[in-house]
């Protein structure tokens, strides 16, 4: 990096001026990374801070929140509201909509966000991130209801992530690409550092949790079973494969170095619809690969599309690599 990259708010100033964005949307993604920042910082000193380990409550998806689940969520929620430009927050920790307190101006947007996405690896000191999805309601109704929000996600105006690694990473599309920027902290500004991202459409790596094989629909277990087959398989070629159950740290990989992460739906987690919410980790997620050049799917429609019943869906989620994610769909019509 050098010392003439721009800083993130830069950033986005060059944006609005090249494209006339909206001046709010560019405020509130000015407090998602002053969230991001501050998540950041209460996850550096782990066990020295008193912050790991768990609460006794449970969230809405009935799991054990962790301690840091509960403060990034605070954090987001206080960072946000304060924007003026929100009509709304949706986040996987609450259960309802969290309305703008009337002492705050309100706005057009909803912001949903996963405060701290991969928070089992919070304890073992593995990447864990914030995932974050923007919408602009074109009427904002004085209470916001679910069915306010209930929309595709081909309707996000922007979306991203912020994966705390080795080093703190923002990654943003705001529908013109993907970006990349990383904390520098010696100034505590993220810094631009990744431009147009773009994932090549041919991969050799695979991402999955294979200790669920046993529950795969056929289409699934064909594709990992041709990948595994290797050089001597329907495909050719050696298949690469990494797991580190933290989806933020999944998707960086992929939009850096190509790939496809399957989170299908199994026998096991059918009633549900998959594991990974539609608003919070599919939706997002989707709409930066996409932007990035690659496909995001459920293996029978493109995810972007799926139009969502409730708040806390489902829904099972393939992205990556074009070429890869569009074999599966294939698999998906065969069986
Ligand atoms: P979380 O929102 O409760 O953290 O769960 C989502 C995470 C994803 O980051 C990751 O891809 C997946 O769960 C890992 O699941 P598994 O426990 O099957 O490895
Ligand atoms: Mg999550």
Known sequence: MTDTSMTYMQFLLNERRRSESDRDLMTLLHGVATACKAISNSLKNGALADVLGSLESENVQGETQKKLDVIANDIFLRR?????????????????????????P???YVLFFDPLDGSSNIDINVSVGSIFSILRLPEVPDVITYETVLRPGVEQVAAGYALYGPSTMLVLSIGRGVDGFTLDGN?????????????????????INASRAQWWEPPVKRYIDDCVAGENGPRGKYF???WIASMVAEVHRILLRGGIFLYPIDERNSDAGGKLRLFYEANP????????????????ERILDVQPLT???????????????ELVERLHKEY
């Open 80 to 104: 946000c509201e304060f924007s003026g430009v929100l009509a709304a927050m949706v986040s996987e920790e609450l259960e309802e909509i969290y309305q703008i307190p009337e002492r705050f």
């Open 106 to 108: 309100k706005g057009q």
């Open 187 to 207: 100034i505590g500004e993220f810094r631009h550092t990744h431009s147009s991202i773009s994932i090549p459409p041919e991969a050799a790596e695979f991402s």
């Open 240 to 242: 690469n494969m990494r």
């Open 285 to 300: 997620m989707a709409f930066l690969i996409e932007q990035a050049g690659g496909a995001a799917s459920t293996g029978r």
């Open 311 to 325: 708040p806390h869906q489902r829904v099972p989620v393939i992205l990556g690599s074009r070429d890869e994610v």
